[in-house]
Structure formats: C-alpha cells, structure tokens
C-alpha cells in the first residue's frame, strides 16, 4: 500500500506540472494582456477549473457540506485548517467564489511562477514596519474590490497528532480591524488522500469539506481577537470531532 501511495505521489505531481505547463501560456496571455476586470475570471479559472481537472484526473473526490452558509457575493477572510501540500487545490475547489490566498513575497522570486503568483495572492512582507504597514494597505485595498482573503491560522502544515496547531492572531485581528465575517472552512478526512504534510504519500479517495456558518465580527473590538480565535478553533475542532 505505502508504495502505491509513492507511486501514485509520482503520478500526482507530474499531472500537477502537465497542467501547470499547458495552462502557463494562457495565464501569462491573460495577465499581460487582458483588463484588471479580467483577474477574477481567471482566478475562477484556476480554482474551479484548474483543480477540478487535477482531482478527476488524481481520482479524488470532494464531499462539500455547508456551502448554503456561504453568499459567494459577499466578501470574508476566509481560514482552514492546515495537513498537506494539497490542502490550497481542496481549499480552492470547495468555495463557490473567488478569493486570493495571502502569500508570503518571497514567492515571487521564482521565476514566471512568481510573476503569476503575485497576480493571484495578497503578498505579505513582514521584514519591517514600514513593508508590514504597506501590505496592510494592500490587503484593506484587495478586500474593498470585492475579493475575499484565505489563510492558514495554524501559520503552517500540522505535523502533530494534534487536531490543531496554536492560532497566530492576524486572520482575526484582520477580520476585527476590516470588518468582514470569518468563513470557516475544515477539510476533515484529508489524510485519506495525502497522509503525510511532507513527501510522497497520496492516493485516491474522497475528502470532506464541511463550511460553518461565517462569523460576524460588527461587534467586536481588537480586544476581543483572542475570542474571536478560540471561537474558530473551537467550530473546527468540533466538525474535526464528528468525524470520529
């Protein structure tokens, strides 16, 4: 079984390159040359159609619960949980909108990827307060043109037998200090599909998506981040829960 599951990594990443050098053209034709209008159109591309080709092609299902708590109209910060190196194509493929992903700015050092990365996420630079200020504005900018703002609360992929790693504070002081709900969003039986945060372990199946109700934030102040935290880990802890 586990050399099934290597071989099928194997298969899995060179399906995810195939796609990514088809697509390239057409992503670099599309953001050198078509209206600023245009991105969410091809961000919509990359989420719903991109990893709908990946997924059939892999052989993995998804099982989404909870989308009638969502108005894909309306503007969150959007947080999961975090396992593995497919969880951004799961979170992608199971919201019914678009979003950007908040990105770290070193991604685009990496050449054309980078180019197109900093088309498709909010960057963040954290080096000094003058750069964490301006991606602030960024992110505030990002969120009045109508985009939603997905991020990872645990910081990082979960390698602990823990449910969840501890949550840094900046997806809430975020959602406190912008005013925009917290969807939340919790990929319950991930490791059925990609069992290991790093290395080749993946395989076919199906992965449940479950979507709570999003969380208003109109009457909370930035001292009640901590709150606003533990309400999220405990909403996910709890579908993490009825899985069992």
């Known amino acids: 079984m586990n050399f ?5 990594a194997i298969y899995g990443i060179l399906v995810f390159f195939l796609l990514w050098v088809i697509l390239m053209p057409f992503y670099l034709l599309a953001f050198l040359f078509f209206p600023k209008s245009w991105t969410k159109y091809i961000i919509w591309f990359s989420h719903h159609i991109y990893t709908r080709l990946f ?20 503007t969150y910060i959007l947080v999961s949980n975090h396992l593995t190196a497919l969880d951004f194509m799961i979170n992608a493929r199971a919201y019914p909108g678009v979003y950007k992903y908040l990105a770290k700015k070193d991604l685009i050092k990496v050449p ?8 498709l996420c909010v960057l963040v630079d954290r080096t000094n307060r003058a750069s964490r200020s301006k991606s602030m504005d960024f992110m505030r900018r990002t969120l009045k043109e109508g985009y939603s703002v997905f991020l990872y609360p645990e910081g990082t992929r979960n390698t602990s037998d823990e449910p969840l790693l501890s949550f840094h504070k900046g997806a809430f002081t975020m959602a406190i ?13 991930v490791k059925n599909v990609s069992g ?5 372990d993946f395989s076919p199946g199906k992965v449940k998506v479950v979507w709570s109700k999003p969380i208003p934030v109109d009457d909370l102040t930035v001292k009640d981040v901590n709150v606003l935290k533990d309400r999220v880990a405990e909403v996910m802890r709890g579908n993490l829960q009825e899985a069992h």
């Open 196 to 200: 290991l945060a790093h290395g080749l």
């Open 4 to 8: 099934f599951r290597k071989l099928w």
């Open 112 to 119: 054309v990827f980078g180019f197109i990365v900093k088309k």
């Open 177 to 189: 200090e912008f005013g925009y709900p917290v969807a939340v969003q919790t990929l319950v039986n």
């Open 55 to 74: 997924f059939t092609l892999t052989l993995v299902r998804l099982e989404i619960t909870g989308l009638e708590n969502l108005d894909p109209q309306k």
